[in-house]
């Protein structure tokens, strides 16, 4: 067993907390897309939001079978 220090725990607390602000974000334009954004625009955003999502995802070693999408 290894043991973290507490700046590795406050790093991997600041990444979940960014992963949850992430995650609500996708889930929110996907369930209800802004009104007057052009859909090509909206798509690239929400492609860039995605990939910040799956970036923390990896950062945090959630293996992909636990992703919620």
């Known amino acids: 067993m290894t043991t973290r220090t507490a700046h590795e725990i406050f790093v991997e607390s600041g990444l979940r907390a960014e992963l949850r602000v992430w ?8 369930s209800k897309p802004p009104e007057g954004v052009r859909p090509e625009l909206l798509a690239l955003d929400l492609a860039s939001f995605v990939k910040r999502r799956d970036e923390l995802r990896d950062k945090l070693g959630i293996p992909k079978a636990d992703r919620k999408d």
């Open 23 to 30: 995650e609500e974000t996708v889930r929110n334009i996907r």
